[in-house]
């Protein structure tokens, strides 16, 4: 795929999320996040905030990212988003092979 410039589009994001796990996704957006669960946590309200999230339904990825990542998936950039959602899904990917 080429990429016309630093930053990805929506389109070209889902594009790359398929080609790397082989599942659609899509972006959710939010005007507020909490990185972290405690209530003594601070509100941000830098919108827009991204998270991605199976399209349907994907290899049963997401939901553990959910459990792991609670409280702390919401990001300022598409980029950052798919970065820490691709590393997540490695160690989810390995720790099954594990398991093996």
Same mark, same amino acid.
């Given at each position: 795929?080429?990429?016309?410039?630093?930053? !990805?589009?929506? +389109?070209?994001?889902?594009?790359?999320?398929?080609?790397?796990?082989?599942?659609?996704?899509?972006? $959710?957006?939010? $005007?507020?996040?909490?990185?972290?669960? @405690?209530?003594?946590?601070?509100? %941000?309200?830098?919108?827009?905030?991204?998270?991605?999230?199976?399209?349907?339904?994907?290899?049963?990825?997401?939901?553990? &990212?959910?459990? %792991?990542? @609670?409280?702390?998936? *919401?990001?300022? !950039?598409?980029?950052?988003?798919?970065?820490? *959602?691709?590393? &997540?899904?490695?160690?989810? !990917?390995? @720790?099954?092979?594990? !398991? +093996?």
């Amino acid at each position: 795929m080429e990429l016309e410039n630093e930053y !990805l589009n929506e +389109k070209e994001a889902r594009i790359f999320l398929k080609q790397f796990t082989g599942h659609n996704y899509v972006f $959710a957006q939010g $005007a507020h996040r909490k990185w972290g669960k @405690s209530e003594h946590t601070p509100l %941000e309200e830098k919108t827009p905030y991204f998270q991605i999230m199976p399209d349907t339904v994907d290899d049963g990825f997401f939901n553990w &990212y959910v459990i %792991e990542r @609670s409280g702390k998936q *919401f990001f300022e !950039l598409r980029e950052t988003c798919i970065i820490h *959602f691709l590393n &997540y899904r490695i160690i989810w !990917l390995n @720790s099954k092979k594990e !398991l +093996k």
